[in-house]
């Protein structure tokens, strides 16, 4: 080769070739792993036949006449407010319900098959707090929300818009409309709903078909947004919920039925005793919504874990937790329906602690072959305060997690026998021509993590990756694009959105 | 029943009988996950052969004369420093290496089986320098040996002792002596020793015998010292090394042949390429061993990673180290031995990146069906320095991890339907009695994590996991006990040890 002319224009041109970006794709998740099991297939039966046993005998307690005259005209025996559902019942919403659900969103590359096998993350749901470095810990407000869904649409390893930090600065019969707008104008993924009553309910749907201008057919077939329904357990459904799996139900729309069965507190103390709950209060809510409306898309749900012992509070990442994961992910499997799992971190900020409760219970959940993790970024405090430098620190986990899914290339020139020829023994591989060519696409690249020697580490203050989170944070806002389609969207709702808040938005419904 | 002295009299018997502290064994591990794969099995055989034309075609430079004329002897063909082996030679070295090896401690009940399906776990090895948040880091020093020692032994989780933090104010002549005598004295733990030459090994040797009582022949058949040897990737094995697995492997103790293969420095950028040079470095050591002693005890080891593209560091529980992990444990599996692999932490504190570092590769060596799981507790900055803060941190993770092995109980009792007949809907399980006889022992009690409410927390001084974890090892400090027949062993080497001192000990090798 010469030097000179020629030469520069080949370097120039390879210097702009050059940053060919690792693509992963992390948008559509294909687990990867199989899945591990803590129960004999006997054993899951049974506990299975036991959850059963608890709704036909023992029954669920359901506070919403609606949902009680629905499970009675369906064909279970109600005393009361009590509601005792037969085998059969089960059985029959079991065969209706479908395995397999398409998740529809704004931007179709967002769009999600929820199915064995698939996997979607979610952040941090269902905090009324907020934290982050520079503004410190203050209740959720609408400018916090509008955060949190631009980091969460900045990251593909974001699969669904959080509900959280729950905006308290907007009065809550119009929060819906606010947290929804917000949704569908700063991101394109899929959305996410609370179930707080049927008005509310209601609008939000009316905005999100507006929104994306579809007919009424088209969204009633379509699964536009999701809402997560919690049992107080033990043994209850209270108004709201019974309501919002009517509701969702009916419009089409997917409910996601997830006990929180606290071993030791709101659920038996044994791994087995709380599965059985939280199985039972599943299949109960399943069977609400497929009465509601056959066929309706339903995702099994469970986040059950343990109190600790010393606080009396709830536990993330612990042994009892994967178990339960684990277990938990057995009966999804069993009764062939999607399910949601669980990560989350008790700690009250991003250190060693926050960090190992999370990765345990993001391990948990896709070993458990869940398909959906939801709280997998940001919750701090058992759920009470979405953490921006949390959020970053755990998409790195999340990323590190769809980094693995990728098949591993083991053809000749992965397996390098020319490149190991070209170095002599004790050499290095730095500049073969084998590394050149692959070493801006070898390796992920971290986000947070700072790999400096100490020295240099020093130097530049000692960083904990909870300070440098900050940075990224900030960062990514800074960087953050509007979706395409969000002007058009922004305009086909402001209308409506304006007209429901002049109507008073919809007051949750309690009880 | 009568209230007063009777019912008092049951009252104190319970509380003395009560605390039924959580029984979960941590001292041997049976790994209860299935392994994960990165390759078919055609991809494995296929890399295998590809190792194997490694060392036939292009060889491996070993610097240690008395080691090629081994490799001549044994049939490989040796030119200059370079050693070419045949497939013939390695078949026959996997032939004779066990499978299975009993690695024997001072106390029984220390003993550990070393065989598919099992897993140690060992701390942070090899770290010149030495953390924590009171002293500083500095140089490694026998009293912070010492320390690492006596926090190694009061952790069943803990299963091999440690050569870090290097106690550097220990002349190298002397430092296997100091090394070998504190894990003699202070516990009764699977000792480790360096490979730094015939001198030191002889005298390690020849101490531990004396400590335990052994005859010659007692000695050379059971295995009770083992040392990691590290080739010098690519292609090269240094004198020290060479003379190590024939040291050991003659005197019937085990090697840890592992090659630090970094993707993109020492090895192929590509996770195959790294492995297939992994791969043949280690089926080298394994066959010098086989060759200096037929049948010796050999370990497989990986200890595969990526460089940081950014710093050029290397960089720990990355997915590229995952999937080096997994894809290490099917070519282990697939040549029937024993492996070890490695967690760690490239982080310079024990923050977020230093727990997700660790936490990844201790799954990652779990999911891979590791056996050993070296630097699993303490190391930061990739191995410079043992941390006594991230130690304590990464035990939780240990043990987290051990508490799933346990069997998940099923029976009825732990159904708890009569449990959940007992509790009304929407109450609780505190009082019940199927709590009540398990809480004290239902859950994995947390060492450093802190559960208490954001309140607590700040008004306690808003305490990292970091910060937490130093009172931690001081507690475990001074609540250390000597195991029992530490003063035996003390007397039965204090003369042998004096004597190897006034000689001078014994020289490190080098080259």
């Given at each position: 080769?010469?030097?000179?002319?020629?030469?520069?224009?080949?370097?120039?041109?390879?210097r702009?070739?050059?940053p060919?970006?690792?693509k992963?794709?992390?948008?559509?998740?294909?687990?990867?792993?199989?899945p591990?099991?803590?129960?004999?297939?006997?054993?899951?039966?049974?506990?299975?036949?036991?959850?059963?046993?608890?709704?036909?005998?023992?029954?669920?307690r359901?506070?919403?006449p609606?949902?009680?005259k629905?499970?009675?005209t369906?064909?279970?025996?109600?005393?009361?407010d009590?509601?005792f559902?037969?085998?059969?019942l089960v059985q029959e919403a079991l065969?209706?319900?479908?395995?397999?659900?398409?998740?529809?969103?704004?931007?179709?590359?967002?769009?999600?098959?929820?199915?064995e096998?698939?996997?979607?993350?979610t952040?941090?749901?269902?905090?009324p707090?907020?934290?982050?470095?520079?503004?410190?810990?203050?209740?959720?407000?609408?400018d916090?929300?509008?955060?949190?869904?631009?980091?969460?649409q900045?990251f593909?390893?974001?699969?669904k818009?959080?509900?959280?930090p729950?905006?308290?600065?907007?009065?809550v019969?119009?929060?819906?409309l606010?947290?929804?707008?917000?949704q569908?104008?700063?991101?394109?993924?899929l959305?996410?709903?609370?179930?707080?009553g049927?008005?509310?309910?209601?609008q939000?749907?009316?905005?999100?078909?507006?929104?994306i201008?579809?007919?009424?057919?088209?969204?009633?077939?379509?699964?536009?947004?999701?809402?997560v329904?919690?049992?107080n357990?033990?043994?209850?459904l209270?108004?709201p919920?019974?309501?919002?799996?009517?509701?969702?139900?009916?419009a089409g729309q997917?409910?996601i039925?997830t006990p929180?069965?606290?071993?030791?507190?709101?659920?038996?103390?044994?791994?087995?005793?709380?599965?059985?709950?939280?199985?039972?209060?599943a299949?109960?809510?399943?069977?609400?919504?497929?009465l509601?409306?056959?066929g309706?898309p339903?995702?099994?749900?469970?986040f059950?874990?343990?109190?600790?012992?010393?606080?009396?509070?709830?536990?993330?990442g612990?042994?009892e937790?994967?178990?339960m994961?684990?277990?938990?992910?057995?009966?999804?499997r069993?009764?062939?329906?999607?399910?949601?799992?669980a990560a989350?971190s008790?700690?009250?900020?991003s250190?060693?602690?926050?960090?190992?409760?999370?990765?345990?219970?993001?391990w948990?959940?896709?070993?458990g072959g869940?398909?959906?993790?939801?709280?997998?970024?940001?919750?701090?405090?058992g759920?009470?305060?979405?953490g921006f430098?949390?959020?970053?620190?755990?998409?790195e986990?999340?990323?590190t997690?769809?980094?693995?899914?990728?098949p591993?290339?083991?053809?000749?020139?992965?397996?390098?026998?020319?490149?190991?020829?070209?170095?002599?023994?004790?050499?290095?591989?730095?500049?073969?021509q084998h590394?050149m060519?692959?070493?801006?696409?070898a390796?992920?690249?971290?986000?947070?993590a700072d790999?400096?020697?100490?020295?240099?580490?020093e130097s530049?203050?000692?960083?904990t990756a909870?300070?440098?989170?900050?940075?990224?944070?900030?960062?990514?806002?800074n960087n953050?694009v509007?979706?395409?389609g969000?002007?058009?969207?922004?305009?086909?709702?402001n209308?409506?959105?304006?007209k429901?808040k002049e109507?008073?938005?919809?007051?949750p419904?309690?009880?």
């Open positions: 080769m010469t030097n000179g002319k020629a030469g520069k224009r080949t370097g120039r041109a390879k702009q070739a050059a060919v970006a690792r992963v794709n992390y948008r559509q998740l294909k687990n990867s792993f199989s591990q099991e803590i129960y004999s297939h006997d054993e899951v039966e049974n506990l299975h036949n036991t959850s059963l046993k608890v709704l036909k005998d023992l029954g669920i359901v506070l919403l609606e949902a009680r629905i499970y009675q369906g064909g279970a025996r109600v005393v009361e009590m509601v559902i037969g085998p059969e065969k209706s319900a479908p395995s397999s659900i398409e998740l529809l969103a704004p931007n179709p590359i967002c769009n999600q098959v929820y199915e096998g698939t996997l979607l993350f952040p941090a749901g269902g905090c707090n907020v934290y982050d470095r520079v503004r410190g810990r203050s209740p959720g407000s609408i916090t929300y509008r955060d949190a869904i631009k980091l969460s900045s593909d390893i974001i699969h818009n959080p509900m959280a729950e905006p308290q600065d907007i009065p019969n119009l929060r819906h606010s947290t929804i707008e917000a569908l104008t700063l991101s394109d993924k959305m996410t709903a609370f179930a707080r049927q008005g509310q309910a209601e939000t749907f009316a905005i999100i078909q507006t929104a201008g579809l007919s009424d057919e088209d969204f009633a077939n379509g699964v536009w947004v999701s809402a329904i919690n049992s357990s033990p043994r209850m209270d108004i919920m019974a309501r919002g799996i009517i509701d969702f139900a009916r997917m409910t039925i929180f069965c606290l071993a030791g507190a709101m659920a038996p103390v044994t791994v087995s005793g709380a599965l059985v709950l939280q199985h039972a209060e299949l109960a809510g399943i069977v609400l919504s497929q509601s409306k056959n309706a339903v995702s099994y749900g469970g059950s874990s343990n109190v600790d012992m010393k606080s009396g509070s709830p536990a993330f612990t042994p937790h994967l178990k994961q684990l277990g938990g992910g057995q009966l999804a069993y009764i062939d329906l999607p399910w949601r799992s989350g008790a700690s009250n900020i250190d060693a602690q926050g960090a190992h409760e999370n990765i345990m219970g993001v948990g959940a896709v070993l869940a398909n959906m993790v939801i709280h997998g970024a940001g919750w701090l405090e759920g009470l305060t979405f430098e949390k959020f970053i620190c755990d998409i986990a999340l990323q997690i769809a980094e693995m899914f990728e591993t290339l083991a053809d000749d020139a992965s397996q390098a026998y020319t490149a190991i020829e070209d170095v002599t023994p004790g050499g290095h591989f730095f500049a073969t590394t060519e692959r070493f801006d696409t390796f992920y690249s971290p986000l947070v790999l400096e020697n100490h020295g240099n580490w530049k203050g000692s960083l909870n300070e440098r989170a900050t940075e990224v944070w900030q960062k990514t806002l953050y509007v979706p395409k969000s002007l058009e969207i922004s305009e086909n709702i209308d409506l959105i304006i429901f109507e008073g938005g919809a007051s419904e309690s009880g």
